[in-house]
């Protein structure tokens, strides 16, 4: 009885060791996991390209977090006026312009920041519209400067080299106090206008067909 007892004990003991054994190793495993995963979610976000044509690939093209939050098919696009956003702020730039191709539509971000390089936390103004054809689609931010190189001045025009937007320009809005675009399109095709934040942009799909 009593090298039972013994051996019952030390098969406890056996057991206990064990257990604890796992949950250290458990607890181990899910740290460098967390750490493991927080090294892929960042590296390699910066600089990241895509969509076509050499002006993408130099203005960074799209980012990662400006993907549309469903499928294409079930983006509002549409011909009617856009409008999101209220007033105006002065102390608020159009600091980068890009482009890229999104397979079954464009998609053009303006990037809005403050003057001295900081986040935007107001939306201005912003609306789209068409030209009686629908040939040319116009958007405009209310009140904000343009810093961004390639399209900082109002005439400031690129070639995009594809179609069916073929040229995105700088150009005269209705006001003074509203800086306009217009791209130029092949044939009527109709758009969405949206906005993202941190940090602030403004985003226009537009439907290749």
């Known amino acids: 009885m009593v090298i039972l007892a013994?051996?019952?004990l030390v098969s406890?003991?056996?057991?206990?060791?064990?257990?604890?054994?796992?949950?250290?190793?458990?607890?181990?495993?899910?740290?460098?996991?967390?750490?493991?995963?927080?090294?892929?979610?960042?590296?390699?976000?910066?600089?990241?390209?895509?969509?076509?044509g050499p002006e993408a690939a130099e203005e960074g093209g799209e980012r990662p977090e400006e993907r549309p939050p469903r499928e294409a098919g079930g983006l509002p696009f549409s011909f009617d006026t856009q409008t999101i956003g209220s007033g105006g702020y002065p102390d608020l730039t159009i600091s980068d312009i890009r482009w890229s191709d999104q397979g079954d539509y464009y998609r053009f971000v303006f990037e809005i920041r403050k003057t001295d390089g900081g986040n935007a936390d107001r939306l201005?103004?912003?609306?789209?519209?068409?030209?009686?054809?629908?040939?040319r689609l116009f958007i405009f931010v209310s009140n904000v400067s343009v810093t961004d190189d390639q399209l900082r001045e109002e005439g400031d025009s690129v070639f995009l080299g594809h179609l069916?937007?073929?040229?995105?320009?700088?150009?005269?809005?209705?006001?003074?106090?509203?800086?306009?675009?217009?791209?130029?399109?092949?044939?009527?095709?109709?758009?969405?206008?949206?906005?993202?934040?941190?940090?602030?942009?403004?985003?226009?799909?537009?439907?290749?067909?």
């Open 6 to 8: 013994v051996l019952f």
């Open 12 to 52: 406890l003991s056996a057991l206990a060791g064990v257990s604890c054994g796992r949950s250290e190793t458990a607890e181990v495993t899910a740290e460098e996991s967390l750490e493991e995963r927080a090294g892929e979610g960042t590296e390699g976000v910066e600089g990241t390209t895509t969509g076509e």
């Open 124 to 135: 201005p103004l912003s609306q789209s519209y068409y030209s009686p054809d629908r040939t």
């Open 164 to 209: 069916p937007v073929s040229r995105i320009t700088h150009t005269t809005g209705p006001s003074s106090i509203e800086i306009t675009f217009v791209l130029d399109l092949v044939r009527p095709l109709p758009c969405y206008l949206h906005y993202e934040t941190a940090p602030l942009r403004v985003i226009l799909d537009v439907r290749k067909t």
